[in-house]
C-alpha cells in the first residue's frame, strides 16, 4: 500500500494546498468510518483512494447536517447545503474543505457529477423518514435515497460500460440487502432514540409487534421477533445472492473489493440470524476473525491483481 502522499500524486493530485485538504478528509474518514478506511486503502487501486475518500466525506457531512433538529429545519439544512455543493461543482470557490475536495474529485472522475445530482435530491427522503408503514414505502426509500448513495461510491469502480445498466440493477440488489441488515441490527437502537424502525408497520403487526414493544422487550416479544427476523432476514439474502453477479461486472482489479463487501454482509447477516429475537436487546456482532479472514483473503487477491 502506498503512502498518502504517493496515493495523491499518483492521482495526479500534486498542488500542496490541495493535499492538505484531502489530507484532512482522509482524517475525517479514517475516524468515523474506519473499517470502510482500510478496506479501501488496501482492496482498491491507490487512483481511487482519493475519490472515494472524497466522496465518503461529503455523504458523511451531508447526513451530519440533516439529521438533527425539526424536518424543518433539516429540509432548510438541505437546501442550504444542495445550494453550496452545486455552486462549487459549477466553479465557485469555498471554504469547505468538504466541497473543496469533492468539487476535485469531480473534475478527475466526471461520472461523479450526476451521483452527487442524484444524492442531494434523494436526501429529502432521510429528512422525512420516520419509519415506514407498508413495505413500498421502504422500497421508495432504497431507490430514492439509499441507491443514490450508494452509487455515488460504486460508479467509481469502473464497470464495464457495455454492463452499466446490469451493473446498477445488481447494485439495487445488493444495498436493499445491506439496507434490511442495517435496519434489524439497528432495532434496539432506533427504538429507544427514534421512536421508530426499518421495518415496515404492517409486518410488525403481522407478529403483534410494535415499537413500544421493543423498547421493553419480554421473553414473549423475542419469541415473535425471532420469526419477524427470520423473514426480513431472508428477503436481504435473496437480494444478496442475486448480488454476487456483481464480480463479473467490474474490472479485475476491483473485484476484491465487491468481494469483501459481498462476504462482510454475508457474515453481518448470519450474525443477526443467529442473535434473532434477542435483537430487541441490541446488535449483533459478525465475527471478527471471520472478517479479518474476508480481509485478508482479499488483500491477496487484491496483490495478485496488481
Same mark, same amino acid.
Given at each position: ?22 489530507? +484532512? ?21 491507490? +487512483? ?188 436481504? +439474502? ?69
Amino acid at each position: 500500500m502506498p503512502t498518502w502522499t504517493r496515493t495523491l500524486r499518483q492521482a495526479g493530485i500534486a498542488e500542496p494546498d490541495l493535499q492538505a485538504a484531502y489530507g +484532512h478528509q482522509r482524517t475525517l474518514v479514517k475516524r468515523f468510518k474506519t473499517e470502510e478506511y482500510w478496506t479501501v486503502r488496501l482492496l482498491l487501486p491507490a +487512483h481511487l483512494h482519493p475519490p472515494l475518500i472524497a466522496a465518503v466525506a461529503f455523504m458523511h457531512e451531508t447526513d451530519q447536517r440533516i439529521d438533527t433538529g425539526t424536518t424543518d429545519a433539516r429540509r432548510r439544512a438541505l437546501g442550504e447545503w444542495a445550494t453550496a455543493t452545486r455552486d462549487v461543482l459549477s466553479g465557485a470557490q469555498t471554504s469547505s474543505t468538504t466541497l473543496q475536495v469533492l468539487g476535485d474529485a469531480v473534475s478527475r472522475q466526471p461520472q461523479l457529477q450526476q451521483r452527487v445530482e442524484d444524492f442531494l435530491q434523494g436526501a429529502h427522503h432521510e429528512v422525512d423518514y420516520a419509519g415506514f408503514d407498508t413495505e413500498d414505502e421502504l422500497q421508495t426509500y432504497i431507490d430514492g435515497y439509499s441507491l443514490p448513495a450508494f452509487m455515488l461510491l460504486a460508479c467509481l469502480l469502473d464497470p464495464n460500460s457495455e454492463a452499466a445498466d446490469e451493473f446498477e440493477h445488481r447494485c439495487r440488489d445488493l444495498i436493499e440487502a445491506m439496507q434490511r441488515v442495517d435496519f434489524l441490527d439497528d432495532l434496539a437502537e432506533d427504538a429507544a432514540a427514534q421512536g421508530h424502525v426499518g421495518i415496515p408497520g404492517k409486518d410488525l403487526a403481522h407478529h403483534a409487534l410494535s415499537v413500544t414493544d421493543l423498547r421493553t422487550p419480554t421473553d414473549a416479544v423475542r419469541a415473535r421477533l425471532e420469526q419477524l427476523v427470520e423473514e426480513q432476514a431472508e428477503l436481504a +439474502h435473496l437480494r444478496l445472492a442475486v448480488s454476487r453477479q456483481l464480480t463479473s461486472l467490474v474490472p479485475r482489479q476491483t473485484r476484491p473489493f465487491i468481494t469483501a463487501m459481498l462476504r462482510v454482509q454475508e457474515l453481518r447477516l448470519r450474525a443477526v440470524r443467529r442473535k434473532g429475537g434477542c435483537l430487541a436487546d441490541g446488535g449483533a456482532r459478525p465475527s471478527v476473525p471471520g472478517l479479518l479472514g474476508v480481509l485478508a483473503r482479499q488483500y491477496g487477491a487484491a496483490l495478485r491483481a496488481r
